[in-house]
C-alpha cells in the first residue's frame, strides 16, 4: 500500500499530464541551422540615455519557420536568475523589447517549425551596451 501511495505522489508531483509526452515524428525532418543575429550586432554600445528604451532585435530568416523565441540575460552565464526578457512566438525575423536599467546584457534566438523535430538551436550569443545616464 505504502509503494502504491509513494508511486501516486511521483506521478501526481512530476508530470503534471502523463499523456502530455509524445515521440518524435520520424517523418518530421531535422531543424536547420540556428537564425544569425544582426541587431544589435556583437558588443554594440546602443547611445541612447532615456529610459525606458525599446531596443530592436533582429536576425537573419530562418525558411519554414513558424516563429522565432528570443531569449535576453543579465549576464552571459545562461541561468534562470539572469534571464531579463524572453519573447516567444514571434511571428518575423524582428523584435522590440523595452529595458528600464543600463548594463550590458546578452541575448539570442532561435527559430521552430511544426515540421521540424524540434527548434533549431540557440544562436551564437550576442552583447549589447546600454548606457549609464549619470555618465
Known sequence: M???????AILLL????????????RNKTDPPAPPVPTVPSNGKFI?????????????????????????AYT???????????????????????TFHHYGTYWWH???YSPNWKWYTDWSELYSFILPNPAD
Not at 47 to 60: C, G, I, M, S
Not at 75 to 97: G, Q, T, V, W, Y
Request: aromatic share 12%; glycine share 2%.
Open 109 to 111: 534566438v532561435r527559430s
Open 47 to 71: 547611445k541612447n540615455w532615456a529610459y525606458p528604451q525599446d531596443v530592436t532585435f533582429r536576425w537573419q530568416p530562418v525558411s519554414g519557420t513558424q516563429f522565432y523565441q528570443v531569449e
Open 2 to 8: 505504502k509503494r502504491a501511495i509513494i508511486l501516486a
Open 75 to 97: 549576464d552571459s552565464i545562461l541561468i534562470p536568475d539572469n534571464m531579463c526578457h524572453f519573447e516567444d512566438k514571434i511571428p518575423s525575423n524582428e523584435a522590440s523589447i
Open 14 to 25: 512530476g508530470c503534471k499530464n502523463p499523456f502530455s509526452f509524445e515521440p518524435h515524428d
